[in-house]
């Protein structure tokens, strides 16, 4: 003991020495013989003497004469917490005398408040939690539960309903939204707070707002910028704001095996419940006592897993906890824990797996055999559709103007239609309707006689027979239940069976790097072959059905992709020259994409430090004064000043760049903004990131979300053009759209900007070829291009021009306008790449 005691002290004198230099060292004989010694706080530490608590000096002498059954530090407002020999808890002074009047169970340490400048505490009364300040005030509550406050006076409470908050020093909340699915919470730091839900933690700011993406499995704080986090892979990793891995911490080989083994055995629980869940004995007499050894055991286990505790009036039998009363009450947790642990999943996770790939199961015409098994997964992918639509009408593209009519295939009980029912979205005469099995149309029609809804309910197939017209239809959570191709079936009939103007909403999950859906993809691919897919994926799967994303959304851990219609491409023969036409421009083009995400490894290492699109140019400008006829600008800008410029009808701008090249790109957009705030641009800027280097076709595939279905300006961030190359473009792709003899000219047509270069240039450039050799395209006038080939090394004699131009080529002037179709076609080359090809080259679609 002894030995323990000197030990602890050694540790409080060390620690002394470097937070309090001015102090004496403790003397060893004033503490030897004390049974608890707490840190020093201030030159004054808590110690209990084997019969009392009380404060003393470095000394070791008690600075007051007063004696407690036991005391805690000196922190803010020099007051200390201490427990008294009634076992009543409150706060006293350096004196030793009580802070105030009040007595409480519990009492926390007092923290600083900046803003206010007042101290502030958690204690317990009457079994509940409050804060009070140094005058022993509540200040709010009562809580479930409250923790330490930080220096704002921002702090986590629990409700009684269990639910989790942050507040405010005044009791308010934190956030302008706060969820009630939050788990848990940490104090915020800086704006930025932790919270948990039921798929791991992540940030928020106090707008509810998430900072970065992805669900971790453990955090720490936002320190200056950064935390460090545990990965749902138990790796350790420090991110940013943003949720970008900065820092890889790894794991170590000891904590590598112990989960591994933790997961080997994972199963014993879930087996375990649903042994428990198949038993009578969470529904049986609470007095009976096991009998056979497997009750006995199964009761053990329903203690270990919290469900039951014994009777602690009688001592004998047991009580069904909260957690237990889960499952045994009606409550929809018991549903979902017996929907998830039938037979006929857990079979096909042991079952012998066939080698047979393109075997089609349909779990749902199985489960509508059962009645049984109907009834309950209905009740469970309502309860999870009521969860998890809410609030989502106002993410929808629905008109509250005037009456459409909606259609949810595939919407089970009418759920989502009912949330977009009851929001303000909508106009009184819209028409809502839901088209679903016979068995689950039957349950639905049940249930909406007994409500006030006028949600409409009607028979029909995802892939085959009528489907209802609609201005806009909903696939909410359904494509991800099915194989890529009956996916693309459904999309088809949809396509083919609904109006011409009509849009699709498919609201579903998207995988990323952070959130890969690991274990429900490797269930829904032993369930239906299915899985759960990236956005890539998805727009793919939206492209082979000629589906085109105008736009997407977030909401609540998915994706909404709001789809148009592509029309179905015609044959038709291009002339060769197209004739100068003096068109008006009545269809305007709007929209450019810059893309800057290359390596520019030609001009390293200044590429390395500056992005190619933000290096200096110098230019030569008109000035009488030929000291101001110089100016230095970024390649980038130069680009955006032709595109804003008069006759340009350009105004929406989206650049794709990389990760490393956001800070600075971030930098210029706000120094562009506002040197050109004067000159009343009404254009915006949207930046995608392109993760990967993966050719100039990946990069404007990211962009079609921007796009939309209209056709746009593609303009090479890295190129410098000459004055009005871009109102020329714009001009010769309308006189090309007005005489090319196209159907539907402005889905299929695109214009690509030419100019002439030498043999020597040819290796970095691209080359095109016309069918006539014998002449050359006016300036400015479009021709059909016959071939083209991306910055070749040979075979580049038939590109060269005829004898008016000797060792001329037409190379690509960096400068194209591009139908909306390019992302199909983009979409499909992706999905036949193999893996010698490393990027997606946009000439080889647009040659193709």
Known sequence: MRACIQKNLFKTITALKHVKSESTVPSQKGFINMKEIL??????????????????????????????????????????????????SFHISLSGEPAYDARFEWCGNFHSISSTNELKAPVRKNGSYFYINEH?????????????????????????????????????SWCKSPSTLWLDARVPHKGIAAVQDVDGWFFVDKYSKEMGRGRFEEVEPHYNGFARVKLKSQKWVVINEQGQVVADLGQSTHSSAAELERASKLYWKSLALKRILDSDILQRDKRIEPKTTLEKVLFNISEEMGLIRKDS?????????????????????????????????????????????????????????????????????????????????????????????????????????????????????????????????RIAQSLVVHSNSRVQFQVGDLFEGPVPHADLYLLSRVLHDWSD???????????????????????????????????????????????????????????????????????????????????????????????????????????????????????????????????????????????????VKPALEILLDELFSEGSTIRDVCIIASPKQIPLLDIFLAGYKRRNESKEQRSTFTVVVQELARGLGDAVLLSEGFVGNDPFLLALGDHVFSANSVQNILAAYFDALAVCGVEDAVNFVGLTGACLCRKDEISSTGLLAYSSTTILPNRGTPWKVDKMAEKPSHNHDDFELNSSFPGKYASQLGIDVLPPTIFVALKQKKLTMNNTEKELDLRAVMKD
């Open 136 to 172: 022993g005030h509540i200040l709010s509550g009562p809580y479930l539960y409250c923790g330490d406050p930080n220096s704002c006076g921002e702090s986590v409470v629990w409700n009684f309903d269990s639910t989790c908050n942050i507040i405010n020093n005044d009791g308010t």
């Open 485 to 631: 191709e009956r996916a693309v079936s459904i999309l088809q009939h949809i396509h083919n069976s609904s109006p011409g103007n009509s849009q699709l909403c498919v609201i579903d999950r998207v995988c990323d790097n952070v959130n890969k859906h690991g274990l429900l993809s490797l269930h829904m691919y032993l369930v239906q072959r299915s899985h759960e897919r990236t956005q890539s994926e998805w727009e793919l799967l939206f492209g082979k059905a000629l589906w085109t994303v105008k736009e997407y959304r977030d909401f609540n851990n998915h994706k909404i992709f709001i789809l148009n219609k592509v029309n179905k491409p015609t044959t038709t023969t291009l002339p060769t020259i197209f004739p100068t036409s003096k068109v008006p421009i009545s269809r305007l083009i709007s929209k450019a994409v810059i893309p800057i995400a290359g390596l520019g490894s030609r001009m390293a290492p200044q590429s390395e430090v500056t992005p190619k699109a933000l290096l200096p140019i110098v230019q030569r400008v008109s000035e009488p004064n030929p000291l101001n006829n110089i100016t």
């Open 313 to 441: 009036v009688t001592g004998n039998g047991f009580q069904l906890s909260k957690k237990g009363l889960l499952l045994s009450s009606g409550d929809v947790t018991g549903d979902r824990c017996r929907y998830w642990l039938q037979n006929r999943y857990l079979s096909k996770w042991v079952g012998v797996e066939s080698s047979v790939e393109d075997l089609q199961p349909d779990v749902f015409r199985e489960i509508s055999l059962d009645s049984n098994a109907v009834e309950l997964s209905q009740r469970v992918l309502n309860s999870y559709a009521l969860d998890d639509w809410n609030g989502v009408a106002d993410k929808l593209p629905i008109l509250c103007d005037a009456p459409v009519t909606i259609v949810d295939l595939g919407g089970g009980q009418g759920a989502l239609l009912q949330e977009i029912e009851c929001s303000a979205q909508i106009h009184p005469a819209t028409s809502l309707v839901c088209v679903e099995r016979p068995e689950v149309v």
């Open 39 to 88: 840190s020093f706080h201030n030159g004054v530490a808590a110690v209990h003497d084997h019969k009392y608590g009380f404060h003393v000096n470095t000394q070791g002498k008690p600075i007051y004469s007063a004696r407690y059954q036991r005391t805690f530090g000196f922190y803010a407002g020099e007051r200390a917490a201490v427990i008294d020999t009634n076992c009543k």
